[in-house]
């Protein structure tokens, strides 16, 4: 499956271990992408709806500064694609109950369909990877992809994971 060998000593990578690693996360992405791709082809919706829509339903009631740190884009940016998700009765955006000037977003249950159906193909490659691998590969897997975190997306990661917003 992989020229790395578990004997192998990973702390002296050689360039060429390292391209593949790249290359195979480039690969790896691609098929992670390929059924919501496909799914959103026809909608005019592309990769940031998608990412959207998943935050959102993670967070239900996420305000809109939240969403933007998370996704790390700029507010033009997710202003397009919020437009267009509200437009489209996928999102609800409710302005906030203490502050006026907050908004927080909703899945409607139009979103919350397209959101499963995007993520479901998702879910079942990830699975199926990850009996392939097993658990101790499931494990370091997660701690390369949290290592590869900065500061600021691993404190997004960990409260998400934590069932902040």
Request: hydrophobic letters at 40%; zero cysteines.
């Amino acid at each position: 499956m992989s020229d790395i060998q578990l004997g192998d000593n990973l702390l002296f990578l050689t360039d060429e271990q390292l391209r593949q690693g790249i290359e195979a996360m480039f690969f790896a992405y691609r098929g992670f992408t390929a059924a919501p791709d496909q799914i959103l082809e026809g909608m005019a919706y592309g990769r940031a709806h998608h990412r959207a829509l998943h935050f959102i339903s993670r967070g239900q009631g996420m305000k809109v500064n939240r969403l933007l740190t998370i996704l790390g884009v700029t507010k033009q940016s997710l202003n397009r694609v919020l437009r267009a998700l509200i437009a489209d009765g996928l999102v609800e955006s409710r302005i906030g109950r203490t502050d006026k000037r907050e908004r927080h977003l909703y899945l409607t249950e139009k979103g919350a369909a397209l959101e499963a159906r995007l993520s479901e193909g998702q879910r079942k490659w990830v699975r199926d990877a990850y009996r392939k691998a097993g658990p101790d590969a499931v494990a370091g897997f997660r701690l390369v992809l949290e290592s590869m975190m900065d500061g600021e997306m691993r404190k997004s990661y960990a409260s998400l994971r934590d069932g902040g917003q």
